[in-house]
Nanobody, 115 residues
């Protein structure tokens, strides 16, 4: 059974915006803090943003002020609003718990920022 499903990626021009969604199993979403990660070509996977069960957030310095993480507990869904995108944001974006060893990775969603 698929536990994490990312969606919303695509091709966008520099300066544009995208909103990513992560649908999670209730058993995961209701218990653990959640996070967005990304992996750019030739680079290691990195933490982008984190959100606690209560809604407290943390961001990587590279996205602070541009990205907003949020969660809808009623829908078991997490979001990443990405504004002012630049080519360095190009990556496959994944959602998981803040300790990802707990849950298998999903397929991710590709975000490509290019003219």
């Amino acid at each position: 059974q698929v536990q994490l499903v990312e969606s919303g990626g695509g091709l966008v021009q520099p300066g544009g915006s995208l909103r990513l969604s992560c649908a999670a199993s209730r058993s995961i979403f209701s218990i653990y803090p959640m996070a967005w990660y990304r992996q750019a070509p030739g680079k290691q996977r990195e933490l982008v943003a984190r959100i606690s069960i209560g809604g407290s957030t943390n961001y990587a310095n590279s996205v602070k002020g541009r990205f907003t993480i949020s969660r809808d507990n009623a829908k078991n869904t997490m979001y990443l609003q990405m504004n002012s995108l630049n080519p360095d944001d190009t990556a496959v974006y994944y959602c998981n718990t803040d300790r990802p060893a707990r849950v298998s990775w999903g397929q991710g969603t590709q975000v490509t920022v290019s003219s």
